[in-house]
């Protein structure tokens, strides 16, 4: 039986910054580099959004943590259909009183507001 994430291939960092100074090299012919363009590396160095911004290397930038980020979207979609059920069901009070009831533990902080009445998560 294989365990979750025993066979991930691990990729180096890519340093686009040797990248760009090979392809410059090579475009204006001064290069000794003939078989190091970015191109022959397999790179394509278009312009994108951070093209023009010195000492921004796309591999240095944020990626959004994929399970935070599914996580957030599970718990909303979730509570949409419980509010939309106790709605339904005529128990949107009493879900907002045991809301505020939930009990502390570590690394919760116990809910003041009732679920409806939070705007912004």
């Not at 979207?73 to 505020?100: N, P, R, T, Y």
């Not at 809910?111 to 409806?116: G, L, Q, V």
Request: glycine share 8%; hydrophobic share 40%; no cysteine.
């Amino acid at each position: 039986m294989v365990e979750l994430g025993t066979n991930m291939k691990v990729y180096p960092v890519r340093d686009y910054a040797i990248y760009h100074h090979y392809d410059y090299e090579n475009w204006i012919g001064e290069t000794d580099h003939a078989d190091m363009t970015a191109e022959s590396l397999g790179i394509r160095l278009g312009q994108n959004v951070f093209y023009g911004l010195n000492r921004v290397s796309p591999s240095d930038l944020h990626k959004p943590d994929m399970l935070h980020t599914v996580y957030l979207g599970l718990f909303k979609h979730m509570m949409d259909w419980i509010q939309g059920f106790m709605k339904k069901h005529g128990g949107l009070e009493a879900f907002d009183e045991v809301w505020k009831a939930l009990p502390p533990y570590p690394g919760f902080l116990v809910p003041k507001k009732a679920y409806r009445e939070v705007t912004q998560w």
